[in-house]
Each structure stands twice: as C-alpha cells, then as structure tokens.
C-alpha cells in the first residue's frame, strides 16, 4: 500500500524519508506481487485466481530455506530466439540506421528492429504534426538520433513470424515500456536509467523517463555543463511543470537553437543525483563516463521485477562449468554468463568465489534469468562500440580449413579460423534444417568448411554457418549481386509496378513491370505464376538500401553488346543496348545498368524527321545506342539510334569479306565456349568459329588443347571448311586439310560421284546409321549396314562425334540431293603411310599441348612434368599401398604430383611405406598432375637395341584413350601406338593391359617420338595351343599323371588358378587343392592366398581335352594332357608320395549321410534357387534354399550370404549315384526332428485342408487350416500365396508327411500374445457348453461338420444348424463353402466314439443366423407354435370353393388398398391387431414357402404382382413344338407342290423383310458389336455414348492393341459434347484405368493431370484412388489421398473415402487420427455425421467394439437424432449379440422425442423379436408397447 498512498496522496505534507524507506524493504521482501496489487483491485470479480497464485509464490518461498528471489541456471547456454517472449528486456547495440528503421544488434547473435513508430510518444507526436503540416524539412529523421555502435535499453515488443517461418524481433526503446515496472517511489540515488528527449524549451529539455508524473530539464547551466560531459537534468512536477508547459508551447519553435546537440526523441541514458519528495522531483546527469561506471547497489532497491539491462553490478562466481559461469549479485540475485561473454584471455582464471565487475545483458521476465557479460567493451564501454570488425567485413566470405575448439551441446561449436580468429556456429546451423544432428560425427572431421554469416557487435565474434546449402550459394548478400549478372530465381509475388523475384530466402529483386518483357504485358499474371523459375539480369544493386532490380527482356539478357556499368565505360563511339525510361518532346531518355543514363536528342532519334516522339517510342522500349558524348565527371551522356542505324547501313554497304574453302589461315581467339572458340581471321579480323572437335583428327587431343588455348593465342595451320551467310567455320584437323589440298573435296552436290573416296568428320550419330560431314558443308549418310565389315549392335558405340572418317560414296540421290556413303574399311583405300603419319602427329600435338601448359603456368611442378618423357626412370618412394588398387609414390623432384601404379605394374613386390624404389614412366597426364610408372623389373632393366624391319610380340602396359604405351619383349624398350589401325576402324573388344600384340619395327629410334620405336603391330596370341591329335603324335610335348611341373600365375579367380607354364601351355589348379584341407576355415578364400604373376610349382593330377575341355580320366597315369590339372598342396608335392587316382563315382561313395564335408562356392542358380557348389575338380554339390538359410529376411538375397570361392562346411543329405547327385546342407543340420522349427515354401492352398508346405531335404507337410494361426480370421488362406516362404513348427510325422503349425504360440511361445482360439490337442480341451469357433469342413445330410482342430472335427446336425426350416441340404453347401468361420457351442461330447456335438442356433451362439432372411425360408416351429400352426391349417381347409374364388377376385383391390394402408400407418395400432391374424398372415406365408414347385417371385414397384394371369399362360415350350410340328407338315406338303409364282413373290418379300430385319438388328444399340467397322457405325448414331466408346475400348485391349485403345479414348474425349460431363468423366476413368495396367507412371500422372483440367477435380481424384486401392498400389492410394483431403479439407466425402481406405489396410490407429483432422477441417455442422460415417467403417472394417463406442458417445451427446439410432440398430443385428440389440432397443424406446418415432421404433423392436426372439420376448415388447401408450395417454393413440 506504500506505493499506492504515495502514487496517490490523500493531502497535507509528504511523508518523512523514513517512511519510505520502510516502504522501500516491505517491497523487496515481497517481490511476487508488488507490481500486480494496484492491478488486481481495478478487476471486478476476477482476483481469486491471482489471490491463489500469489499464495503458492509464497509457500515455495518459504520451502526455499531463505530469500531465493530466483533460482540458479541447471545449465547455462546462449539465449536463443525460441526462449524470447514480448515485454522481455534486453541491451543492444546500433548495427544499421535508416529513414524508417534501426537494426539493432543483441546478444548471443540475435538482431531485432526498432521501428520509427517505437521510439517514444513526443517523437511520435512530432513526427504526424510535421507530416500533416506543409513544411517537411524540419523532420528530424533516425539518422539524427542513432549512430552505429550506439548502446541501447530495449524491450522485445512483438514477435513476428513471417510465411518461411522465421522470426522476426520488433523492439522498443520506449521509456514507459522499458521503464514499466519503475515507480516514484522506486526511484533512488545512483539508479542509471534510459529516457527520451521529451521537448526543449526556453531553459532547458524535459526527458520522459517512463515514470509517471516525471519529467526531465536541462538547465541553461546544464547545457555549459553538457559541452565538458556532465549535464545535470532536473525532474520536477506538479505546479511547475504546468508552468513548464505553457513556456514550451512559447519557445518550441526555438527548441534547436537553446540545445542544439539534442533533439525531440533523442535516446539518452542518464544517472540519478538527488531524489526530492519520494521521486516526484529528481536531479539527473547524463555524464556518460559517470553513468557507464555507475555501479547498481543494494540499497537502491533494485527487484527482479525492475532490474533493467545495461546496470553494472558487482557480482561473485558462484560455479564454473564448461559452458559458462554461475553467478551471484546484489547479495541475492542468480545470473548466468555465457562462454561468449566471459574474456577469452581470463576464461582459464575464473575461479568460485572470486569478485567480478559484470553488466546485465537482459531479463527473462518468465523464468527470472538474468544474463551478465564479463566482456570489457560492454563492463567498461567506450562512446561506441565497434560493428565491423578489425579484420574488416568478412561476412558471406567462405572459409577453409577451420578448426573446431569447443563444443556446446546447447548452443553450438567454436571454431578457429585459419587466421587464428576466433568464429561461433550455432546448434542449428551445424546441420542442416531437417537432418538428425550427430555431435560425434560433427567432431571426428579434423577440417571445416564454413561460411561466415553474420558479426554481432554485442558478442564482437563472427557467426558461421556449416551447412551445405548455405556454403553453395552464389549469392549470400547483395553485395555479391553486380550489374550485368545473370541470375535465376522463383516468382514469389506480382505486384501492380512489377513483380517479386527471390534469389534466395533473404534475397529478393523486384522486375518492374516494364521489364517483364520486351513488350509492355497487360495481364502479367497469364505469363508469370508463383513459384515459377526465371532468368533474369540485374539492372542495378542498391546494397545499402537492399534493393535489387531485375528485367526479363530478351533483348538485354542476350545482348552480346559491350555493357556501361558507369559513365566511364560509355566511351564515344560504344554501341550498347539500353531502355527508354522517359520519352518528352526534347528526346529520349535511355538508362543503362547501375542507373547509368543518357539523353537521345530528337534530332538524333531517327534519320526522318518525327514531331511527337511519344508517337514513335514508348517507356520500357529496348534499343541500340551509341555514344556521341559522354563527360563522366558530371555525369552526362549525348547518345544517338540514328548513327547505329547508318553505322549498320555502312558496314553492311562494305563488300563481304570472303574467305576461300581450303585455304591456310591464322587466327586469334577472341571467346571460349562449351563448343568451341571463337577465333578473329588475321589480318582482316573477320570473325569465325573453330568447333572444339575440329582442333584435331584424334579426339582424345581435342579437349586437352581446348584446355590449353587461352584468349588472345594465335592459331596457325587453319583451313576454312565452309562460309555461309551466318559464319564462317575452320578447322585444324590435318587429314581434312590435306585431303582439301589435294583436290579429295567435292565443292558441290554436283561433283559428286559414285565411288569418290572423301575424308570428313562424324556430324552425328542415330540409331539407323551415321551422318558425315564434309567441306563445303556436304553432308552424306552410312547406314548401319555400311559402317564396318563387322556386325554392329549398336552404333553409338562405334565412333565419336568430330571424328575423322574416309567415306566412300556408294549411292547418289540427283532429286533430293543426298548420297549414301561406306566406312567400312575393306571398301575405302588409305593414304600411304596415314597410320604413322597420324601417330607421328598426335604424339607432337600432345608435346605442344604440354609445353604450352607449362609455360603459361609458371609453377614448378608444371616445368618438371613437362620434361618427364616416356621410359625415363625415376626414384621414388612408397607412399600408401591399397590392397587391390592402385600404389602411390612420392618423390623429392616431382612435390605435389600424384605418382601411381596399378596393381598390374607392381606384381611380385611386397611393398610398404617408406620403401625405396626404382619405377620407369609409361604416362605423363599434366592437366591432372599424374605420372603412371611401372616397377616391373624388365622394364626397369637396360634396354637393348631393336631391329628394323623385325617382327616383335608386345605387351600393352598402359591405356589412355586413343593412345597406348607397349613393351617390345625382353628388351626393355617402351614406345607409343595408336589404339586403332584405321581412321574407321571399328573396336568392339576394348584393349587391356596385359594383352598380346604383334608388332614390326619401322623405325628403330624415331626422332618425332622422341626417340621411341616407331612400330606397326596387330593382336595376336602369345602361344599356339596344343590339340589332343598333336599329343598323341608328340607325346613329349605332354604332361603326364603326377608329374612335377614349374608355371607362372596367369589369373586367380574364385574358384579356379590359371597357371602359364614354361612351354607356354596353361594349366588349372581347383580350389580345393590349394591348401591343406586341415588349413582351409570356414569363411576363407584359398585362391586369395596366390597372387598374380607369382612362380609356382605345381604336381598334374589330371586334366582335360583342348577341343571338348572334357575331363579325362586319371585312372591312365601314362596319358598326356593339353590342359593339365594342377595341385599345390605342399604334401601332395612330394614326389616320394605315390598319388592314387581317385573317380568322380569313387570319390562319391566315400560320402556318408550326415558328414560333414568342406566344399567352396562355386554358382548361385536363381531360376531354381540353389546353391552350387564345389569339392573336387569334376566333383560338385547342390544345396537348395531352404537348406541354405534359417532366418526370412536372407529370403530376398540369398546369394549375398555367400561368396564364389568362400570355403564352408556342409552336411551331406543324399548320396546317388545313378544319377550322380549330391544334396548338401549349410544350415546345420541333414534331417526333420519333431517339435524343431524349419523354413518351408507354400506349394499348394486347399480350402478343405489348408497349406501344403515344401519343407527341406524333399519333405513334405501340411498345415491344417486351424494351426494357421492364434485367431481365427474369414477366409484364413488369403493372406498366403504361392512360392511364399514360412517358419513352420514341425508337429509330427504320419506316412512320411510332417504335420505342421504356424500359430505364434507354438513358434515364439515367450513372445507370443495369448491365443485368442487356443489350440485343441484332444477332446480332453473341450468342455459341454464351450462356445468355440471352427471352420466348416462339409455339409452333408448328416450336418454341418466344423473342424476344430487338426485331429478333432464336431458335427452340427442340421435342425442345430439354423432356424429355418431346410428340406435339402444344398442351401447350406450353398452359403456355407469349406473354410467358413463359424461360431459355435458344444452340446455333448462323446469321449468313447470320439465324438462332438455341436450347436449353431443364434439362442446358444448369440451369432445371427447363418441363413440370410433373403432367402425366405420357413421358421422351424416348435412346441406350442407348431401345435397351433396345426390348428389353423385344418380351419383354412375348410374354407368352401366359391369363398376361395370370390376372394381371389377380390384379391387385387383388397391387397392393393391393404397396402395403401400400411404404408401410410405409422402409429401403435400396427402392433396390437388381433394375435390371430397375425398368425394368419404367418401361416400363408409358411404356405408359399414350404412349397417347392413356386419359386419365390421378384418384387417389382409400383403394385405390380407377378401371380396375376399366371394360370392363363402356356408354356413356352408347347407353343414351340406345336409351331414346329406345323412346320414339318408345311415342309413335307411343300415338298410334294412345285412353288407358284405367287409363292415365289412372297418368298421374295420374306428374304427383303428379313434383310430388312437385320439391318435394324446392327443398328440396335444394346447389341454388342464384333468388329471395328460395327463399333464406328453405332458410334455414328451415338457419338455421346460413354458405353460405347468403353466397349469399343475393351475391344482393342481383348487383341492386346494397346495404342489403338488410347487412340479411341482421345477421340471420345474430342468427339463427346462438353455439356455430357458425366460421359466424359467415364472416358477419362477408363483411361486412367488404362495406363495404370499398362502403361507408365509418367504417362498415368499425364492423363491424371489432363483429367483435371477439364472434369471437376474431386471425382478425379476419388477415381484415381480408387484404381490404386484395386490394383493394390497402397503407397501410391496412401499419397493421393493425403493430397486429397489438404486440397479438399472441407469435404467430408473425402476424408470417409480415406478412412475407408485405412480400415480396409488395416490401419486403425491412422483412421482415428485421420478422424480427428476431418473434425477440425469440415463445417461444425458435419462433424456429427462424420463421426457417425466412420463409427459405420468401424463396424464394416475395423473393431466392431470401438465403433460401437463412438456410436454410444455421438448418441449421448444427440439423444434425439432418430436417423442415427436407426443406423446403430442396424448396425448392432448385424454385428452384435441379441443381448446387446435388445438393450439398445429398451434405450431408444424412453427417448424424449415423438411418438410418431417412438411408434416407429416399437415396430423394429417388434419385427426383430419375431424373427429372433421367443414368443415371450414379443409378448414383453407388446407389454412395453402398452405401457408406452398408456403413459402418454391421447398423444399415442393420435
């Protein structure tokens, strides 16, 4: 109450200074609710709730044990935006100022916005009385009142969240906001507080403060005062400030010039010096050293309610962490330092307990968190503080190899930049947005790559980011925008002056609207959308502003024109586009980029004369500009479109530079491009084009001197191949240029001749053949069939386009002017010499290449690889090995370049790191810095000279495209051959190394080679194999059984070793004789153990034939072998150890059945899905599927268990011998066990059995339909297929078949839920009385036999199966087929006979009957019922003839106004009719039915009876045969008469008529067509007719005529009216229809799209997703439908469409949640019947319980929705029990509605008794009747 009495005083004196003071403590010891109480007592009624908060505030204040006032941090961690709430206090620094905002920095990198609108109130004042008034000049703008690096108190205003989702922070400086919770009484000595200048006036300025009823004025003294920083700023109130405020309205107008540093609105922190009567009269200085080292004291009465930002405060370390400190201040208060704002250099000596100066950074108002800084700019600040940092601006700047320091898992990362600067990575930016953040996988990377994206002033440290997509971005600011540059970006908004573009997410552009396009667009909207990509160029960057503008006109994005980004670039005589933005009388003023302008003169407009430019030009015209003038200092520029125009007029007056085809030129490069170069003709420079493919005959050389060929080189040895009036092309191919020289070209389609041989270059490449182009733009044809002597697949991967090619012309075409050519190298001649020549030139042009290289880059590294030359050898040591690849090398002379050799080029050497090595060069590759060396020592060795004119074999050591380095033999010498032969040669084997050639020397040492051979060569084979005619004539040449022989490893493959032995013939080692059997584990691969290239001695134990590779007998040691099998098993080596030869059939029978053997992976069959393996040379095994794995999942990939070559032990299952078989098996086991559990494959599905199961090792199973599984389901053999594969649990064995169990009980008893039907082993389990389900396994005259389990099957007899009567059998075989779910009760058990009697009666089962009513069949009566039915049935016979006919003629009118009758009766009386006729009416219709000779006749509307006449009819048949008899007569008559001529005229009419008859047949409509020709004459008649078009569809679809039936469709959908929406939406639903079976994806989304453009988009979609359910396309249905019901939120047949579809998957759980969505999303007024669709879908797919709840919770809520208990009645007969039906039944009967509904509900309730009830339950629902109208008296009888 001390605040309010001083806020508010009652009269007389202040109180005493004591007083307040005592105020001052009560306030601080309750700090909870000294802000609220003035609050709460100006709400009426409402200060409950507060009392009852305030109450709990205190109790844990005092279970806290002491003055808590707010509790300590669990853990510290940077503020983030998410922790930022409205009204929450901060301190902040300028960043940014402009007209209409401030950017205001703050802490932990966070920046906020202060709005011109939330300065202060005067400001506010000022600023709308200035803009209403005429002068503006005077307004004092932000810039005025805010600088850069300005400290600012702020509050956090509103939080704006803008459409990508972030944040935005709106701020305030204003003095009542920041200073809210302040009062008079508050105010103390020493406080440093923020204001705003408020007015000046004649002796001062008043500061607003915050604080009601206090103002601020700056004396005159004060003012002297302020100029030596220490102005003194006295608050007053009360009578003087009235006075105050009549002197201000006076001397306003002079207010600038009495304080000229200060203006209205100017932000100022100021100290208190003396406070007078309570805080009403204040003495202030805005002296900012003394306020910046004003340090906040306890007896100032600070609170956490008031504590304000920026207060310097002593503060004591209370916890050091890792992440920052924990600290204590003003004696009682927690706060928190983060690790950026403790000092980095002091971070190691904080220490609990020791004192430190800190400044508060903000107050979370919620949490009572207060953070403090330790920084020194912020504890001891200067005037400003730095916002760029001394570094300089880095921001956007992608930085390299950063080093992370620290990690915080709440706040982010330190990372250290290469420079040693010190840069912070927020949580969320080291990941990216979506993506799971892995600390662990962020620390292990030892280097970053990181983006700086900010500097925050308040924590002086770089921001930066480690996400991917920010790194990649060209453009992260505006500064990295300049004029001229081409960008693309997505259409975000159109606006009426243009339209948005956006670069990126904080980077947009705005394309006027008249540079959408070339021409001014009326409706931009028709051309442009949102989200739409386009390709602009910028006009102009105003990076201080953040403006970008942007054009889309053709004209200027391909504008090759020079471009004037400034006045200087506008030199006199320059041509270049630009804009007319402003067209006047004077002229045209024409812009450029970056806003640089011009002026056209009219004079200069045009060469004619024009009076009124604005006739001629428009704004926004694109045009071509020259300069006249241009004076860059003053920003002028004189232009002209009429000297562009003459200037054309005289270059094109200029003859045309003509250029010869075949002549030698030089040119210059002018532009590189992705296809070429542009090249300026010397000396004339006459532009031209030289095409990347024409700068050499080998391909592989013309895109290294593309590489190598910079702007302005000079090229020499040009031809010109063609000039059109476009350009002029040349080329520097040398077979095309000697070919031109020599006269080889044809200039024109004339001078061909069949049979001319031309040389030219590959145009392009189809599938039918290839087209070659010659000079003079000649262009000729080689069909497939004529591009080589050999067969051609494919001719894309023949030749290379630009490849130099000899054609031969085979075929002319004088008319259309074209000419087929050959390639084929039989057909065309080669120039003498051509394949050295070539080779001579390509290895010069790849030396120039190289030096050219070398030269323009002045590195080192580049100098030394060009002196590298093939076969050079170099010392090099071992870098890395990697097994399997490639080795690297290093060398002191070769720094930085990667030295390699493959794992070919280092066989034999075990090589490690840091060996020394001597290594010959085969390649030098200097635009990726490579050298490809070779260890192999006869290489390295000294090379011997070669002979001319001697034949060599070669080996192939190194491949590089059109090039190949080979090794001559034995002699050490390396050189160079060309891949191909032929200029058309045709390589369908690729070259490899390794391979054989056979070369002829033709130049021992060539000097253009550098000396290397220059040879001719061809493949060949190192050694002639051996036939077996040759070994029987020679047998020394052989190898004999046991023989020792020496070889070389040639290949190792998994399961085999080829060995090369010394006389050149090859050997083969099997992989089971590498290695001792004793040595060879599970999992190994013996032949890894051999390595290529390795010397081996080997023992022949057999072999093979070389023309059948049959293998021979080893039985006949003295036969010799071609191909001799090998072994290196050291003990069989042993020449002592006599071998004993072993057959395939002896090995065989040494195998016994469950022994386990070691065999290898040989092959994986999948058509049959076996493994095969291996265990000798002619020896192997199989091992089937179900043998190979244990677990499921293998199932889908078996042969990725195992590898070829992979060594495992096996267990034999079979031995045969005739055939010869081996069964193995890899699981473990080679036999069934009872109670095991094994994998099986469905084979067969029997509705009367169940399963039939494949189960391993041959056996067979069955799995009975009740061992399926744990509950029982309808139709229990749907969810099995063929070739499925199961766990199955092995029951036991009968006659050789396993009876087995998938129930989860018997499978996983231990995780298995309790089974709902439990399993029945023996009659034991049953009990009398059980109710149990089983499945019908026949229906006889016997009964209903219901298999309960596997071994036990019950019999229901047939009057325990229904209750209706049934005289045959049949109609339950009809409704009752095998595999039926039933649900029955046990009446006896017979435990002698083995026998179970069973009931199916709905009274013992509480199931409806399984007899529909459909069917009308009699009730069987018993009892006393049947007593009467006799009694009436003998009173109905004796009824008289004549009473029977007279009621038969009275029968129509009677029944037809009985009907009448009751249809309209709706009230009781229906119900209380006489018992008799009730019976009556039974008793007929028990009658009719127990008849069987009348069939039950179709009910048809409209009174119609079928019974009418009926007696009067024949039958068909006796008409038929007394008109065929007739007609026998008739023949037999006629055939004795010769026909008459009137006879001959009337059959003459009969054959027109029926002529006649049968063209009305064809033209019938309803008759289906048989052909096309009959579909389009009934189309003709109804073109409109969707049923039609649909069976004329079906037609083509029976003949498999795909096309044709998308054909037919697209005509019905041009052919039918648009006004027949419903026949169109037919054609489109079959199209659809269409593509899903036999169409694409692409093309089904195609014609989906289609379909909704012109049919109403829902039914489409329903359409659609339904296709997909059917066709079981769940996932593709699944998102269709999500995109349904977002586009359709509103439809509730939408979201029932997709309930439906989720309870038909099964899915419950989504449907419910599915629900609750279509709750928020339809009308208010649908949700009831939403509910109600889905309670229904519950019952139909889902859990009968729960729909039944949702129903039972919608009833409740609208008890009187009649519709919706009719629904649930039905519902519940259909589902539910009796008992459940009748107590919704007695509930629907007392609802307070009508009793015209009451009445209709006593009606069902009486129908369903008597067809499910007993005669006493009717004879209750007829009481209740009775008491319901006697309770209402006459309204029930109404």
Not at 696 to 720: F, H, K, M, R, V
Not at 1434 to 1450: G, I, T
Not at 1819 to 1837: L, P, Q, S, Y
């Amino acid at each position: 109450m001390a605040s309010a009495e001083e806020d508010f005083p009652r009269g007389g004196t202040f109180r005493k200074a004591c007083e307040s003071k005592i105020a001052t403590r009560i306030e601080v010891d309750n700090l909870f609710q000294s802000n609220e109480k003035e609050d709460s007592k100006k709400r009426k009624g409402g200060s409950k709730d507060d009392r009852k908060k305030v109450k709990k505030q205190k109790t844990a204040e005092k279970n806290g044990g002491g003055l808590t006032l707010n509790a300590a941090a669990k853990c510290v961690e940077i503020l983030h935006i998410k922790n930022l709430k409205e009204g929450m206090l901060m301190l902040g620094c300028v960043k940014d100022v402009s007209d209409f905002e401030v950017t205001v920095g703050l802490p932990c990198g966070l920046q906020g916005f202060l709005s011109i609108r939330n300065i202060c109130d005067p400001y506010t004042k000022l600023l709308t009385e200035q803009l209403d008034s005429t002068d503006v000049e005077d307004i004092c703008a932000l810039p005025h009142l805010f600088y850069s690096g300005m400290m600012l108190r702020c509050v956090v205003a509103e939080l704006d969240t803008a459409k990508g989702g972030s944040i935005s922070i709106q701020l305030s400086i204003n003095p009542k906001l920041v200073n809210k919770a302040l009062t008079s009484n508050a105010l103390k000595a020493g406080m440093v507080l923020s204001g705003c200048v408020e007015s000046l006036e004649d002796h001062g300025c008043i500061v607003d403060v915050g604080v009601k009823g206090t103002k601020a004025f700056l004396s005159k003294k004060a003012d002297k005062d302020q100029q030596n920083s220490n102005n003194d700023i006295t608050v007053i109130s009360g009578l003087f400030l009235r006075f105050l405020f009549k002197v201000s309205k006076v001397t306003i107008v002079f207010s600038l010039c009495v304080c000229p540093e200060l203006k209205v609105g100017q932000y100022v922190t100021c100290q208190i010096k003396e406070v007078k009567h309570n805080g009403r009269l204040l003495r202030l200085s805005i002296n900012p050293s003394a306020a910046a080292q004003a340090c906040a004291e306890s007896q100032q009465g600070w609170t956490l309610t008031n504590l304000l930002p920026g207060l310097l405060v002593k503060a004591t370390v209370k916890k050091v962490t890792k992440h920052g400190l924990l600290m204590d201040f003003l004696s009682s208060f927690s706060g928190q330092v983060d690790f950026l704002h403790m000092e980095r250099e002091m971070a190691s000596s904080y220490t609990e307990g020791s004192k430190v100066l800190a400044r508060v950074l903000y107050v979370e108002p919620s949490t009572r968190l207060v953070g403090l800084s330790l920084r020194g700019y912020i504890v001891q600040p200067k005037t400003r503080i730095n916002t760029v940092p001394a570094c300089g601006d880095r921001v956007g700047e992608v930085v390299e190899d950063c080093r992370m320091t620290s990690m915080h898992h709440m706040s982010g990362a330190m990372l250290e930049l290469p420079d040693k600067t010190p840069a912070f990575v927020h949580r969320n930016n080291l990941k990216e947005p979506k993506a799971p953040f892995n600390e662990n996988k962020v620390r292990a990377i030892p280097k970053h790559t990181c983006r700086i994206i900010d500097y925050s002033p308040m924590d002086q440290i770089h921001f930066a980011s480690l996400r991917k997509t920010v790194i990649e971005k060209p453009f992260f600011r505006y500064q990295d925008l300049h004029a001229g540059q081409f960008v693309e970006g997505t259409v975000s908004l159109l606006l009426n002056h243009g339209m948005v573009v956006h670069l990126t997410s904080h980077i947009r552009g705005l394309v006027p609207r008249t540079h959408l396009s070339d021409i001014v667009l009326k409706n931009p909207e028709k051309k442009y959308t949102k989200g739409m990509k386009v390709k602009c160029r910028v006009l102009s960057v105003d990076v201080d502003n953040k403006k970008l503008y942007l054009t889309r006109k053709k004209a200027l994005l391909e504008s090759s024109l020079p471009l004037f980004f400034s006045y200087h670039d506008a030199r006199r005589g320059r041509v270049s586009h630009g804009y007319i933005v402003c067209v006047k009388n004077f002229g045209c003023i024409v812009r450029f980029y970056n806003n640089v302008k011009g002026l056209v003169p009219v004079n200069e407009l045009s060469s004619e004369v024009i009076p009124n430019p604005e006739e001629v030009f428009y704004v926004g015209q694109v045009l071509r500009t020259r300069v006249l003038q241009c004076d860059p200092e003053k920003e002028k520029m004189l232009l002209s479109f009429k000297a562009v125009v003459e200037g054309d007029t005289e270059e094109k007056a200029k003859p045309q530079f003509v250029c010869e085809v075949g002549k030698r030129l030089e040119a210059k490069v002018l532009k590189k491009s992705v296809n070429g170069l542009e090249v300026s003709i010397l000396p004339d420079e006459v532009r031209a084009l030289l095409h990347t493919m024409h700068l050499s005959d080998l391909t592989s050389n013309c895109p290294l001197l593309w590489e190598a060929l910079q702007e302005g080189d000079t090229i020499s040895n040009l031809t010109c191949v063609l000039q059109n009036r476009k350009n002029i092309t040349v080329t520097k191919k040398p077979m095309v240029i000697w070919s031109l020289e020599e006269g080889m070209a044809a200039k024109d389609f004339s001078e061909i001749k069949v049979g001319m041989e031309m040389i030219g270059w590959v145009k392009s490449i189809m599938a039918y053949g290839i087209f070659v182009e010659f000079p003079f733009g000649l262009v000729g044809l080689a069909p497939k069939s004529a591009i080589s002597d050999k067969f051609i697949p494919d001719t894309t991967t023949t030749f290379q386009l630009g490849q130099t090619v000899i054609a031969k012309v085979t075929n002319l075409d004088e008319e259309k002017k074209r000419f087929l050519v050959t390639l084929k190298t039989s057909e065309v001649t080669v120039p003498e010499e051509s394949a050295q020549t070539a080779l001579i030139h390509a290895v010069q042009e790849r030396r120039a290449v190289t030096e050219m290289i070398a030269m323009k880059d002045t590195r080192d590294l580049y100098q030394q690889l060009a002196a590298l030359s093939v076969g050079q050898r170099l010392k090099l040591v071992v870098d890395t090995v990697k097994n399997g690849d490639c080795t690297n090398f290093k060398s002191d002379e070769l720094v930085g370049a990667t030295i390699q050799a493959t794992k070919y080029h280092v066989i034999g050497f075990q090589l490690t790191p840091g060996q020394k090595v001597i290594a010959v060069i085969l390649y030098v590759d200097i635009l990726s810095t490579t050298v490809h060396v070779s260890l192999l020592s006869k290489l390295v060795t000294k090379k011997k000279m070669l002979t001319e004119e001697s034949k060599y074999s070669a080996i192939l050591q190194h491949i590089d495209k059109d090039l190949a380095i080979i090794s001559v033999e034995d002699t050490a010498q390396l050189t160079v051959i060309q891949t191909r032969n032929h200029l058309n040669e045709v390589i369908l084997s690729e070259l490899k190394a390794g391979m054989y050639l056979a070369i002829e020397v033709v130049e021992s040492s060539c000097e253009q080679l550098q000396g290397l051979p220059l040879v001719s060569w061809k493949r060949t084979l190192p050694k002639r194999l051996r036939t077996h005619s040759e070994n029987q004539t020679d047998s020394d040449t052989g190898y004999r059984f046991g023989e020792i022989v020496k070889g070389k490893v040639q290949t190792v493959k998994p399961t085999i070793i080829q060995v090369i032995l010394e006389d050149g013939s090859t050997g083969y080692v099997h992989v089971s004789e590498v290695m001792e059997a004793t040595e060879v584990s599970p999992g190994s691969f013996p032949t890894s153990s051999v390595k290529v290239g390795s010397v081996v001695t080997c023992r022949v134990i057999g072999g093979r034939e070389a023309t059948t590779n049959k293998v021979l007998p080893i039985s006949r040691p003295g036969y010799t072998y071609t191909f001799p099998d090998l072994t290196l098993i050291p003990s069989k080596l042993d020449v002592k150890l006599e071998l004993k030869s072993v057959t395939a059939v002896q090995k065989l029978n040494t195998y016994k059945v469950g022994e386990e053997i070691t065999c290898f992976v040989s092959k994986y069959h999948p058509e049959r899905k076996s493994l095969e393996v291996t265990t000798t040379f002619s020896l192997s095994g199989t091992v089937e599927l179900l043998a190979m794995i244990t677990d499921l999942k293998d199932s889908s990939r078996p042969e990725k268990l195992y590898k070829l070559g992979q060594a495992v032990k096996a267990k034999v299952v079979e031995v045969s011998l005739k055939p010869q078989r081996l069964l193995l098996s890899l699981t473990g086991v080679h036999e069934l066990e009872a109670d095991g559990i094994t994998l099986g494959v469905v084979t067969s599905m029997l509705p009367h059995l169940g399963l039939v199961v494949k189960l391993p090792f041959g056996c067979v199973g069955t799995v009975a339909i009740t061992d399926l599984a744990d509950a029982y389901k309808p139709n229990p053999l749907a969810a099995f297929s063929k070739d499925q594969l199961l766990r199955c649990y092995l029951i036991g064995s009968e006659n050789g078949k396993w009876q087995l169990s998938l129930r989860p009980s018997r499978l996983n008893p231990q995780q298995a839920k309790p089974a709902k039907d439990t399993e029945v082993l023996s009659l034991n389990n049953l009990q009398e009385g059980q109710l149990i389900r089983g499945y019908v396994k026949s229906v006889s005259e016997q009964g209903v036999f219901i298999r309960l389990s596997n071994g036990i099957t019950g019999r229901a007899q047939l009057q325990q199966s229904t209750k209706y009567f049934v005289n045959n059998h049949s109609v339950l075989c009809n409704h009752l087929p095998p595999s039926t779910l039933l649900t029955t009760k046990i009446i006896r058990i017979d435990r002698k006979e083995n026998l179970v009697d069973l009931s199916l009666l709905t009274v013992e089962t509480g199931k409806p009957d399984i007899l529909p009513e459909s069917l009308h069949l009699p009730l069987r009566l018993l009892g006393e019922e049947k007593k009467k039915y006799n009694l009436e049935k003998k009173k109905k016979r004796s009824l008289s003839d004549s009473e029977e006919k007279q009621k038969e003629s009275e029968a129509p009118k009677k029944k037809k106004k009985k009907t009448n009758l009751q249809d309209s009766d709706s009230g009781l009386d229906v119900f209380f009719r006489e018992e008799e006729d009730q019976e009556d009416k039974c008793t007929k219709s028990v009658a009719v039915n127990v008849s069987s000779s009348s069939p039950f006749r179709l009910q048809i509307a409209a009174g119609f009876s079928w019974d009418l006449g009926l007696r009067s009819l024949k039958p068909a048949s006796a008409n038929n045969h007394a008109d065929s008899s007739d007609g026998e007569d008739q023949d037999e008559s006629n055939k004795s008469q010769k026909k008459s001529r009137h006879e001959l005229e009337q059959e003459k009419k009969m054959a027109e008529k029926a002529l006649m008859q049968r063209e009305m047949e064809l033209m019938d409509p309803q008759l289906r067509p048989q052909d096309a020709a009959a579909f389009e004459r009934l189309l003709l008649a109804s073109p409109n007719s969707s049923l039609l078009w649909l069976q004329y569809m079906a037609h083509h679809l029976q003949a498999t005529q795909i096309e044709q039936a998308r054909a037919v469709a697209e005509r019905a959908l041009k052919t039918i009216s648009f006004r027949e929406e419903q026949e169109k939406l037919n054609v489109w639903v079959a199209r659809l229809n269409l593509e899903n079976m036999y169409g694409t994806q692409e093309r089904l989304k195609k014609v989906f799209e289609q379909a909704l453009q012109f049919c109403e988009p829902m039914p489409v979609y329903q359409q659609l997703a339904d296709i997909y359910s059917k066709s079981d396309k769940i996932k593709e249905a699944e998102n269709l439908y999500k995109s349904m019901v977002k586009r359709f939120r509103q439809n509730k047949a939408v979201w029932l469409s997709y309930g439906t579809f989720l309870l038909q998957q099964g899915q419950s759980d989504a449907a419910s949640a599915l629900l609750q969505r279509a709750l928020k999303s339809v009308p208010s007024k649908e949700s009831v019947d939403v509910i109600a669709k889905f309670s229904q879908l519950e019952f139909r797919y889902g859990n009968t319980e729960k729909g039944r709840t949702m129903f039972d919770k919608i009833l409740t809520s609208y008890p009187k929705r009649t519709d919706l208990w009719s629904v649930f009645i039905d519902l519940m007969i259909k589902h539910g029990s009796q008992k459940e039906v009748r107590a919704i039944f007695d509930r629907v009967i007392h609802l307070s509605v009508s009793v015209k509904k009451i009445k209709f509900f006593f009606k069902r309730y009486l129908e369903y008794e008597k067809k499910h009830g007993t005669p006493q339950s009717i004879r209750a629902v007829k009481e209740k009747a009775v008491e319901f109208v006697e309770g209402k008296g006459t309204d029930a009888a109404c």
